[in-house]
């Protein structure tokens, strides 16, 4: 069983080795869900850059709430109890992200005005000047923790 720390390690590792802040996140922690790294990567590469490079919610923090469905999310269409359920998780890891980082939003977090073009490739050290290394490193530490109060650890 890898731990809360390897997992965290990992994450930055996958982020410093040039995939995004989601992908990072979700490839961290998805064997535990049945998915393979190729599967994690590919499902969570959409929701970079603040989604799509929109700068919108963090794409870390999004990690993070694709993860909460893996773990907790209903399959049931009318499971309005499920559903809840799961939305209070996500709520609960982004007021987590939010304290720690001041904001769920990537434009703020980076301090931009306006949506970035796609990155062009070498331009990954300008990132790693942002502080998106250590967005992906506290997601993957709220959504440890997660896992473990889940655990009643």
């Known amino acids: ?14 982020f410093k080795n040039g995939y995004n802040c989601a992908q990072a996140v979700v490839a961290a922690y998805a064997d535990m869900y049945g998915f393979t790294e190729e599967q994690a990567l590919r499902m969570s590469a959409g929701f970079g850059g603040g ?24 399959i049931a269409p009318h499971d309005t109890t499920g559903k809840n359920a799961c939305y209070k998780i996500v709520q609960d ?34 990132a790693k000047k942002r502080p998106c290394v250590e967005t992906v490193a506290e997601a993957a530490r709220i959504y440890g923790e997660y896992l473990q109060h889940k655990q009643g650890k």
Not at 115 to 124: D, H, I, T, Y
């Open 1 to 14: 069983m890898i731990n809360q720390e390897e997992r965290i390690a990992k994450a930055i590792e996958l």
């Open 51 to 74: 989604i799509g490079r929109m700068r919108q919610t963090c794409g870390a923090a999004c990690g993070m709430f694709l993860l909460a469905g893996l773990d907790a999310g209903s």
């Open 93 to 126: 890891l982004a007021a987590a992200f939010k304290e720690r980082n001041g904001s769920l939003i990537c434009a703020e977090l980076l301090g931009l005005t306006k949506p970035a073009p796609c990155q062009e490739k070498g331009s990954l050290p300008i």
